[in-house]
Structures are given as structure tokens and as C-alpha cells.
């Protein structure tokens, strides 16, 4: 049984920083490109950053880049996001997802191409 859980969520002021674990069990971690997504109350779920098998390659979204980093530890099935300079606008659920499909960058944001979700994790940024 496949399972990707999320923790490090929370409250922080805007500016702050945060960050993301998700822990993946029932899949061979290794074969997956792994992304994290948010949705925000009233929106669409929405990308925000992949990384590939190996780990050497990683796509962020326009609105987060410079502040975010994804990285990934093979060994101990983690993928993990580390959030800077938050500001309210991030203030969403996080969403880890593992998918089988190849690192292709026009994919990658789209959640369909996905083949596992995590349960996800409230991030709230107060200004």
C-alpha cells in the first residue's frame, strides 16, 4: 500500500520560513519524480515544485522560485520543501505527490500526471 505523508506544516509570521517532509512507504521511492502542490481556500490546487528520480533535476513555479527549495533523500524515502521569506499568499494546504512518468517539465504542474497524494499539511502565513 502506497502512503506519502506530510509534517513540518504550521503557522509562522510573513517572512518566516518552513519546512516540508513528506515520508514515502509502498513504493520504490527511487522510481518516482516526486512534486508538492497547495491549494489555497477558494482556488485550484496548484504546482509548486518537482524534483527527479536522481534528484539532480527540480522545477519550481514562477511564484515560488527564489524562496523555495525541494530536495530529496533516497535513503530515507523523503522529499522534503524548504520555504522562505513566506509571505500570506502561501498560506495553503501542501501536498506531496509521487508520479512514475518521466521529469518532463511541461508536466510536471500538471496534478493529473500525479500517481500518488499525500493527505497534505496546513501552511498559514499571518502578515
Known amino acids: 500500500q502506497v502512503q506519502l505523508v506530510e509534517s513540518g506544516g504550521g503557522s509562522v509570521q510573513a517572512g518566516g520560513s518552513l519546512r516540508l517532509s513528506c515520508a514515502a512507504s509502498?513504493?520504490?521511492?527511487?522510481?518516482?519524480?516526486m512534486g508538492w502542490f497547495r491549494q489555497a481556500p477558494g482556488k485550484e490546487r496548484e504546482f509548486v515544485a518537482a524534483?527527479?528520480?536522481?534528484?539532480?533535476?527540480?522545477h519550481y513555479a514562477d511564484s515560488v522560485k527564489g524562496r523555495v527549495t525541494i530536495s530529496r533523500d533516497v535513503a530515507k524515502n523523503t522529499v522534503e520543501l524548504q520555504m522562505n521569506s513566506l509571505k500570506p499568499e502561501d498560506t495553503a494546504v501542501y501536498y506531496c505527490?509521487?508520479?512514475?512518468?518521466?521529469?518532463?517539465?511541461?508536466?510536471?504542474?500538471?496534478?493529473?500526471?500525479?500517481?500518488?497524494w499525500g493527505q497534505g499539511t496546513q501552511v498559514t502565513v499571518s502578515s
Open positions: 524534483i527527479s528520480r536522481s534528484g539532480t533535476r527540480t
Open positions: 509502498g513504493v520504490t521511492f527511487s522510481n518516482y519524480v
Open positions: 505527490a509521487a508520479r512514475y512518468t518521466a521529469f518532463v517539465v511541461p508536466d510536471l504542474p500538471v496534478d493529473s500526471t500525479y500517481n500518488y
